[in-house]
C-alpha cells in the first residue's frame, strides 16, 4: 500500500482489483471510504475484478442488482440477498465486472482481469465509454 484511502479516489485509476481472503474483504466492506471508492470506479464505468470473498465490498455498493456474478461458495447468499445472479463458474464477466471463486480460478481470472482492462471502460449502467478508444493502463 502506497496511499491512504483518504487520498485515493476512483478517477485517477484504470481499474481495481479486490483480492480474496476473509479478513481483508470484511474490514473494507464495512469502511465508508472504501466502499464510496469502490462506488466510482462503478460511476466511472471502469473495470473491477474480485476474486474468492472480494465480492463482499461489492455487496456495500448496491450496484450489483441483477448483476452475474461468482465468489466463494460461501458469499453465495449474500450476492443473490444484494440482487445479484450467482453462478459456479471459474470466471464470470457482466459488463467490466470480473469474479472467480477461488484460488484455483486465478490463471482464467487474470486472463479475463487483463481482457476487461484493456477494454477500458464499460457501459455499466448507461454511461458512455471512452469515444476516442484510447485506454492507457497505468
Given amino acids: 500500500m502506497d496511499k491512504d484511502i483518504k487520498e485515493v479516489v476512483a478517477s485517477s485509476y484504470d481499474a481495481l482489483v479486490l483480492p480474496g481472503g476473509v479478513m481483508n474483504p470484511d474490514r473494507l ?20 475484478a474480485a476474486i474468492c470473498h472480494g465480492p463482499w465490498t461489492l455487496i456495500e455498493t448496491d450496484e450489483l442488482d441483477g448483476r452475474k456474478v461468482t465468489s466463494y461458495p460461501s458469499l453465495k447468499t449474500d450476492l443473490e ?9 471459474e470466471v464470470v464477466t457482466d459488463k467490466g465486472l470480473v469474479t472467480s471463486r477461488t484460488p484455483k480460478d486465478l490463471p482464467a481470472f487474470c486472463k479475463k482481469m487483463i481482457e476487461e482492462i484493456a477494454e477500458g471502460p464499460h457501459d455499466q449502467r448507461g454511461n458512455e465509454a471512452r ?5 492507457q493502463l497505468g
Fill in 29 to 48: 466492506r464495512t469502511n465508508d471510504r472504501v466502499v464510496a471508492f469502490v462506488t466510482g470506479f462503478f460511476d466511472e464505468s471502469k473495470p473491477i
Fill in 81 to 89: 440477498n444484494a440482487g445479484a445472479l450467482w453462478v459456479d463458474e
Fill in 131 to 135: 469515444k476516442d478508444g484510447v485506454h
